[in-house]
């Protein structure tokens, strides 16, 4: 399945988008976003900049650099969070734009040893609470 980018909401910085996430900051070539909902304490999500469907689509360059941000932000999560483990998830099932959802799990935490849940509606911040997330992030970066 491949999907619109006029529909998509990482080309088109939609509503829904912002109702999931926000944005952090612009990578070498994706985007950093925080999810607001926050079960697993500092879970992000890096999207590709351009409308790539799939990894497999990039040439090893772009691969490379997209794996590189990857890596860049899952450092500086571990700085930050110190979880136990980082969950890397690409699913795009239903949304056909190149993006890793970056988990954090803990011992003794949500779903630790499995699989994490994709919008568990747990956990939300207050906006002091994500930008001081966000400023540790980025300090770290």
Known sequence: MYSDPKECLYCTNNETQKKLMIEVCHLSVSRLFVFKEQTYHGRCLVAYDGHVNDLNELSDSQRNAFMADVTKVTRAMQ????PEKINY??????????????????VGGPDF???FRMNPQETYLTDAEYQEMIEKIKKEL
Do not use: E, I, Q, R
């Open 113 to 115: 040893g499995g699989v």
């Open 89 to 106: 998830g690409a699913y795009s099932d239903t949304l056909c734009h190149l993006h890793f959802h970056l988990v954090p799990k803990y």
């Open 79 to 82: 700085k930050v969070f110190n």
